[in-house]
Each structure stands twice: as C-alpha cells, then as structure tokens.
C-alpha cells in the first residue's frame, strides 16, 4: 500500500455530477489504483448533489463523505444560513481528517475561509496543501489592486498547484514556483462509455454540449451548421444542442441571435434545442452522434475544453476550432478535424467531409479516441502527480 493519504475538498456533487466531478473522479481514481487512500469530502454540497442519495459511500476505491445535506434544500435567498452550514460543513471535515490520518489536502476551490481554515490544518501537522485550478483566478484582470492582492494571497496559501493547461502553469508559476505547480491535463474517465452501446439511428445528427458561460462559440456552431446545409447536395444531418439555452439566453442575451439566425434561414426542423441532459445520460447521445462539434473563438479562462476528452472517447469525429492549446495534443485530420476560429465556411466544409466520407472520418475518430485514452488518461500521469504531492513541502 501507498502511504500516501488524500482528502480532496469539494462543493460541487459526487460521485454524480458535472464536469468539475468528473475530473476530480478520474484523478483520484488513478490515484487509488496505485494504493493511495482518498477520501472526497463534499463541504456545503450545491443543490446539484440532490441526484446524489448517498452520504457517504465508495466508487472504484474513492471514497466520499457529505458534511451536510442541509444545502440540497431550496433554501432561496436565505445565503446567511447557507453560509452557516458552510462553516459547519468546515468544521465537520475536521472529524474526517483526523480519523482517516490524512498526510495530504487537496483542495478543487480556493474560498478564502476554506483557504485559511485548511492552510492552518495543513500547517499545524506539516502536510501539504494543494489547489487543483483550471482557470486563471476571478480577479485576475480586476481593476481593484486590493482585489488582485487578495486573490494573490489566496494562491499564496497553498503549498502547490495542480492545472489544466501549458499557459495556467506559467501563470501560477510566477505566483508560486515552477516546482510547486503540476500540469495535469485535461483528465477523461476511460471506462466512462463502457455500458453504452451504439444504437441504430434513422435521422444521423450532429452534437453540441454547451455550457452558460459563454464560452462554446454556439452562435458559430449554429452557422456553421446553417451553411453546411446550404452545401449539401444530400440531405443533411440534423443538429442537436444541449446545454441550458435559456440561461445561456438570460447571461448573454445575443445569444437570442441564434432563435433568429433559426427561424430565418428555416431551419426549425433540422435544428433541436434539446435542453439539459442528465450527466450519466450524455455518454448515449454522444456516441450515436455522426460528428460532434465545438467551436469556441478563445479560451479567454487559460482552461481546455472539458467536454474535447469525452468527445474523442465516444469514438466519433470530432469537429473542433483550434483555439487554446488543443493543437499541442491534437492533429489536424489525423485525430480531429480542425478549422480556424471563427471560420464559418471552414466549419462547414469539414461537416460536409463527415457527410461525405464515412470512412475516413470513422478512421479519424478512433486515432481520436486512442489518444484520449492514452494522452487524456488520468493513470498516464499518476505516478508523476504522487511524486509531485510527496515532494511538496
């Protein structure tokens, strides 16, 4: 057995969640598979962790543990008592630490209170205290000096940094030391796909996962798409986009651009709005897919595009712009078929090569998946990340 002993501090839900789950899921499994004890304690759950029935439990030798359930509830505007339960759920996580004999606290936020409260821990018994951050800090580019001070400072108390990207560890490097910050790629889950299998579909579709932020260039997608079928000779793929489009609509209101671009090039009965999809459910949806497609301008986050892993895993082409650093691991026409950011007509052609050459384009999805698995695989870098923890002081 390692003698290495984590617990990771998470607010987001688990096992079943979102994308910030399903990294942290993939890392500590590779770490439990090398004999490490992990232990995720879910401080002040969101309400997202009510699909979660569980308190407590293991999945593939990770374990979990819930302070309080308290914030499933709808609790509204009442942010004081959630604030309070927060607190609480700090306090509980001390019971844990102790029990479990943890030598190491990793730590997926960077909260100011969380900060101090496990800096103090990590400090009275000498273990290291690690940050996993896929994005730049919030307050990077505020105007406010204090505000970037205080988002300095609370880089500051973490022994070390895990990060997603090439840009992000020189970032952190400079706030920190290049030696205590570690570059972990955007992780997948390996077996994530493996209960699913391929169902025969009449009318063959392209997918788009977006997310709210902003971040996934729809607006492009869906033109792209609309000049795609103006190409097509055959008739074309349909388009399904799943995402929470109304909130996206509400945060970013040019996103109703994209209704009109809809209704005025008539294609209300090729396009579907489908909504949000359960987590566990995407997997199907992605792997019946044609193609699937991401087109962002920018990675404005210094992050990598989380869903790309899942993407390539499926199995199926993956249409992506060459944003950020996806062109450092990916080859254009070998694994994935790239086009220039913003590049509608690029797009386009690339859908119509999916169309138009089956073969090929299934020959590029599975060198696709065989480089997520191998080079988005959380086990490829594992033993580097426990020599990294081990050597932080």
């Known amino acids: ?66 302070m309080t359930g308290i914030t499933w509830r709808k609790l509204g505007k009442f942010r004081l008592i959630k604030y309070l339960y927060y607190i609480i759920g ?78 992000l560890k020189e970032f952190y490097s400079r706030i920190l030391t290049p030696e205590r910050v570690f570059l972990l790629p955007m992780t997948i889950d390996i077996n994530r796909f493996q209960n699913t299998e391929v169902q025969e579909i009449s009318d063959p579709y392209i997918a788009v996962i977006f997310g709210t932020h902003n971040r996934d260039g729809l607006e492009v997608s869906v033109k792209a798409y609309g000049e795609y079928c103006r190409l097509s000779d055959a008739p074309p793929f349909k388009l399904k986009l799943v995402g929470d489009f109304n909130t996206l609509c509400q945060r970013w209101p040019r996103t109703e651009l994209i209704k009109r671009y809809i209704e005025d090039n008539n294609l209300g009965s090729l396009i579907e709005i489908i909504g949000l999809v359960p987590i566990n459910d995407v997997p199907q949806l992605l792997i019946n897919a044609a193609c699937l497609m991401t087109t962002p301008a920018n990675y404005a986050s210094g992050g990598f595009p989380t869903k790309l892993g899942e993407y390539l895993l499926a199995g199926v082409p993956v249409i992506a712009t060459s944003a950020g650093e996806i062109s450092n691991y990916l080859t254009d026409e070998i694994n994935i078929l790239l086009s220039p950011t913003n590049n509608v007509n690029h797009i386009a052609r690339r859908i119509l090569f999916v169309q138009n050459n089956p073969k090929a384009a299934q020959k590029i999805a599975l060198a696709g998946k065989a480089l997520a698995i191998e080079v988005f695989n959380a086990e490829t870098y594992s033993w580097k990340l426990i020599k990294f923890i081990k050597g932080i002081k």
Not at 29 to 58: H, M, Y
Not at 95 to 108: A, W
């Open 1 to 66: 057995m390692n003698d290495l002993r984590c617990a990771l501090i998470f607010l987001g839900p688990f096992p079943v969640g979102n994308v910030s789950t399903l990294r942290i899921l993939s890392y500590c499994k590779a770490l439990a598979n090398k004999g490490v004890f992990v232990k995720v304690l879910i401080i002040a759950p969101t309400t997202e962790a009510q699909v979660n029935k569980d308190r407590f439990g293991s999945i593939d030798g990770v374990e979990y543990q819930y």
């Open 90 to 167: 700090l306090l509980i996580s001390l019971k844990y630490l102790n029990k479990d004999r943890i030598n190491c606290v990793l730590s997926y936020h960077d909260e100011l209170v969380s900060n101090v409260f496990y800096r103090v821990f990590a400090s009275l018994f000498s273990i290291p205290y690690i940050l996993d951050k896929t994005e730049y800090p919030k307050d990077r580019s505020s105007k406010s000096k204090f505000r970037r001070e205080v988002a300095r400072y609370r880089l500051k108390l973490f022994s070390g940094i895990i990060t997603i990207t090439s840009e």
